[in-house]
T-cell receptor
Framework: SQQGEEDPQALSIQEGENATMNCSYKTSINNLQWYRQNSGRGLVHLILIRSNEREKHSGRLRVTLDTSKKSSSLLITASRAADTASYFCATDEADSSYKLIFGSGTRLLVRP | DTGVSQDPRHKITKRGQNVTFRCDPISEHNRLYWYRQTLGQGPEFLTYFQNEAQLEKSRLLSDRFSAERPKGSFSTLEIQRTEQGDSAMYLC??????????FGPGTRLLVL
């Protein structure tokens, strides 16, 4: 069963705008990861944030984590057409730090 | 390329046939995971190896599915007597201990 739920399910923005995606999960976690998937391809790891961290940056990406609300957000600043993809959050479970549980993803379209 | 590789990338088979997929993880990674992804959904965990030991199998992995990781290196996933419902993308990932999982490009299976 899916643990995480991303919101929105789909997002369409103009190149140069910022894109924000949200993820909610259900159980206690060790860490939360964000992945990108281009159509029909494998997943590319973007960023990992641990349960004791609140914010993390990587290039144009900013991730926040609120463990009290069991939620995370991914912000992509100054979006580019190449950012068009599906974005997934994935969590492990605090008592079993191996398998990842994915949400159903946010499909981002960046219009040139 | 030192990433995770999977073979074949695409497989079309007739219902009732057996298929086998191969995954070669990143060489120093001791953990290997199989996931299945259907259209419009996030990946779902199937099974996990630490070195050569298979430590967990999901309820999704029926008796028709078997996975091996001889010598703790590459892994194979076999599906016997395929059904149309087995059509999906099969993703392999590897990690060193419980940290970031790196995914391969996937094997897309179509059962006719």
């Amino acid at each position: 069963s899916q643990q995480g739920e991303e919101d929105p399910q789909a997002l369409s923005i103009q190149e140069g705008e910022n894109a924000t995606m949200n993820c909610s999960y259900k159980t206690s976690i060790n860490n939360l990861q964000w992945y990108r998937q281009n159509s029909g391809r494998g997943l590319v790891h973007l960023i990992l944030i641990r349960s004791n961290e609140r914010e993390k940056h990587s290039g144009r990406l900013r991730v926040t984590l609120d463990t009290s609300k069991k939620s995370s957000s991914l912000l992509i600043t100054a979006s580019r057409a190449a950012d068009t993809a599906s974005y997934f959050c994935a969590t492990d479970e605090a008592d079993s730090s191996y398998k990842l549980i994915f949400g159903s993803g946010t499909r981002l379209l960046v219009r040139p | 390329d030192t990433g995770v590789s999977q073979d074949p990338r695409h497989k079309i088979t007739k219902r009732g046939q057996n298929v086998t997929f191969r995954c070669d993880p990143i060489s120093e990674h001791n953990r290997l995971y199989w996931y299945r992804q259907t259209l419009g959904q996030g990946p779902e965990f199937l099974t996990y190896f630490q070195n050569e030991a298979q430590l967990e199998k999901s309820r999704l992995l029926s008796d028709r599915f078997s996975a091996e990781r001889p010598k703790g290196s590459f892994s194979t996933l076999e599906i016997q007597r395929t059904e149309q419902g087995d059509s999906a993308m099969y993703l392999c990932a590897s990690s060193f201990d419980g940290e970031t999982q790196y995914f391969g490009p996937g094997t897309r299976l179509l059962v006719l």
